[in-house]
């Protein structure tokens, strides 16, 4: 991690993680999409190199993520090798995503369900979650490249939606930024449908229905808050209302 962190910004505002290379682009890009369009910094982690997936190596994953973060815009992606489908709670993987959230001292993260299909996406959750708590502890020390760290907890832990169908706590109009977070999902292109290689082998989301069924969920979460898109994001804390008026709107405003 630490040569890979070369040249990342010290500070974003938004900090995204995925047990895997795409999970964070399938499940919360169009959000993503829209704090770079509000004018904020976001950097995306993944912890593993995805290289125990049925298509892609650890090399076409890793350019296919490149391709993302150009297309999506963050400002940085570190791609941990914490051990695709060997995830485990470990005190070395909770120490190296404490220096992930200690070196980008994000405001807000972003992290896998606790709930989910793939045994990744809940120890990634699990992980990132604890991780967030512990990177505020001011007596845990940790380093970067033979520099001391500052603690640093982040305001905001938001759980994004990927497969099993939860409720969500928070619903994200991305109606401007929807159809483009689908350029940054089809970057994986290793892992979807592709109508020239239609004989391979279907995993779940390599079926040619996946990408509409992302694009029906993201219709339905739009259709609870009444626009045409949306993503919904499980949210441990309380959300607090500081503008009432932002909060919740008139027609007209
Ligand atoms: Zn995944």
Do not use: W
């Not at 950097?43 to 391709?67: F, H, I, N, P």
């Not at 001292?105 to 996406?121: I, L």
């Not at 512990?134 to 990927?162: C, K």
């Amino acid at each position: 991690m630490i040569s890979q962190i070369n040249g990342a910004p010290e500070k974003v505002y938004a900090l995204a993680f995925g047990a895997h290379p795409d999970d964070v682009e399938l499940s919360c890009g169009a959000t993503l999409l829209k704090i770079i369009d509000e004018g904020n910094d976001v950097a995306v982690c993944d912890l593993t190199k995805g290289e125990m997936g049925t298509y892609g190596s650890a090399e076409t994953r890793k350019a296919e993520a490149d391709k993302a973060t150009r297309i999506m815009g963050y400002r940085f992606r570190v791609t941990l090798d914490l051990g695709d489908s060997k995830l485990f709670y470990t005190e070395e993987n909770l120490a190296e995503i404490i220096r992930v959230i200690r070196h980008f001292k994000p405001d807000v993260v972003f992290a896998n369900a606790t709930d989910e299909r793939h045994p990744d996406h809940m120890k990634a959750s699990k992980l990132v979650s604890d991780a967030v708590y512990y990177a505020g502890l001011q007596q845990l020390r940790s380093d970067l490249a033979g520099v001391r760290q500052e603690p640093h907890r982040p305001r905001h832990l938001l759980h994004y939606i990927q497969f099993k169908h939860l409720e969500p706590d928070i619903i994200v109009d991305v109606s401007d930024t929807f159809v483009k977070s689908k350029k940054g999902v089809l970057a994986f292109e290793s892992q979807f449908y592709r109508e020239d290689r239609a004989d391979e082998q279907k995993t779940l989301i390599k079926r040619k229905e996946f990408l509409t069924a992302l694009e029906a969920r993201s219709r339905y979460f739009g259709e609870q808050i009444g626009v045409m898109y949306g993503e919904g994001f499980l949210c441990p804390s309380k959300i607090a209302v500081h503008s009432f008026k932002t909060s919740f709107p008139g027609m007209n405003t």
